[in-house]
């Protein structure tokens, strides 16, 4: 029989578990600054995604939601996600030996960082308004998935980062939800357990399933930003319309 010492022990590991897999997942990215780390970049992206959900799935199963929790959650966000923004943009700008393509994308890089770092502060407000805008994660998911197609295919990825770097850092910041975004749409552990699942295959098995998974995020991204922001327009219409007696 335990003794009271080790059931409090016990009792607190269980109340911290999910701050424990929060911290879990950010702390191999390190590697990344290593000679060769950017090699396992992707595996870390993989990796920090499934972290970084599993911690939400344990505290909701295990009943331990909390405030604490849950900025710890965005704090160990605002810390992995401008890491992974960072590392490639220097790796693209290194590679190109400081062309303008590669000065870019670093600068690209920068700028989403800036917004990553805008959008986690802002979160930390308890008053402030949640579910608006892309979220941090998203941003790192297109970026795999540009690496990944770049891979196939054979293509200069810069350009395409560039592009995802910029759309990312107004989308954070949008004041509008974006409602048909694939992983907000899962709730139950099944659902997200699917979404890593496709990410795990198209890093796994990219020529037959990244096309594929790649299509349908970055359709459903574009997809809610466009009618997320056309319905915004027309409650900010509705709202500076004269209003008749």
Known sequence: ????????????FLRNIANIV??????????????????????LIVYN????????????????RSNFGAMLDNVCDAISHPIF????????????????????????????TAAIILR?????????PTGAGSPTNELIRHIFFVIVLSQIFKFAPEPFLIVVFVMHAVTMLVPF???????????????ISL?????????????YA???????????????FVTGGLHWLKSVDAKTLPQHS
């Open 85 to 112: 923004v960072f590392v490639i943009g220097m790796h693209y700008f290194q590679q190109a030996n400081g062309s303008a393509m590669g000065s870019a994308c670093m600068a690209g890089g920068l700028l989403a």
């Open 120 to 128: 986690s502060v802002s979160r930390l407000d308890p008053a402030s």
């Open 1 to 12: 029989m335990p003794t009271l010492d080790q059931q409090t022990r016990k009792n607190v």
């Open 22 to 43: 929060s911290i879990l997942g950010v702390l191999p990215l390190s590697i990344l600054f290593a000679e060769h780390g950017y090699e396992y970049l992707i595996p």
């Open 177 to 191: 939800r974006m409602p048909y975004l694939i992983r907000s749409l899962t709730k139950s552990a099944f659902a």
């Open 49 to 64: 995604n499934i972290m970084d959900d599993l911690d939400g799935v344990l505290a909701r199963k295990l009943n331990i």
């Open 210 to 224: 990244a096309p594929v998974i790649a299509a349908l995020f970055i359709g459903a991204y574009f997809f809610s």
């Open 195 to 207: 979404v890593n699942g496709a990410l795990a295959l198209a890093w796994l098995v990219p020529y």
